[in-house]
């Protein structure tokens, strides 16, 4: 499958095999993504939501030099890492600026496989710079499922933006 007119060439040869081959395409947040599952049950999230698939479930690849835009879901969503770089991952509660990072690789003293962003956090996420790989690819998992209307990304020059910035400004260029 050829790349979009308006994608940026892959960084790496593994990045171009994995897009191609994993059909990814450019995501609003930045990187490159498919949706892989979508269950046919559906939930009752009892925030007011309509109805929800049960779960969904996408590849999310982001190239060295890319990032993950701060954005929200209103449900919860697991990080799974599955190869290349480490990845950070940032997620921040603006309720009380609660900010927290997990650098997700394969197992060791210092990175983790998977973790979980409650619903209704700030995230974003980046390759780990130092890192050779030049990507990394990830599953995120949405429960109840992903639905691009409970999906929010932070407005730069919004409140949060300029709290990031003010609180967090080496996160600030995620915005």
């Known amino acids: 499958m050829p790349l979009p007119s308006n994608a940026i060439p892959p960084s790496t040869p593994r990045a171009l095999q994995?897009?191609?081959?994993?059909q990814l395409q450019p995501h609003p947040e930045g990187g490159w993504y498919r949706e892989v599952f979508r269950s046919?049950?559906?939930v009752m999230p009892q925030d007011g939501?309509?109805?929800r698939n049960a779960l969904t479930s996408i590849y999310f690849l982001l190239?060295?030099?890319?990032h993950s835009r701060w954005h929200r879901v209103l449900s919860d969503e697991v990080w799974v890492h599955l190869e290349g770089a480490p990845v950070d991952l940032w997620i921040w509660d603006a309720t009380d600026s609660t900010l927290s990072r997990t650098t997700l690789g394969p197992v060791n003293a210092?990175?983790?496989p998977q973790h979980i962003v409650p619903a209704g956090l700030w995230q974003a996420a980046r390759p780990v710079?130092?890192?050779?790989?030049g990507y990394t690819l990830v599953a995120c998992t949405v429960g109840p499922g992903f639905d691009f209307s409970d999906f929010r990304m932070m407005e730069p020059g919004g409140s949060e933006a300029l709290r990031i910035a003010a609180d967090h400004p080496s996160l600030a260029p995620l915005i």
């Open 18 to 22: 994995l897009i191609e081959q994993l």
């Open 40 to 42: 046919r049950k559906q």
């Open 49 to 51: 939501r309509p109805a």
């Open 63 to 66: 190239e060295a030099g890319q």
């Open 110 to 112: 210092v990175t983790t």
């Open 129 to 133: 710079p130092a890192d050779t790989a």
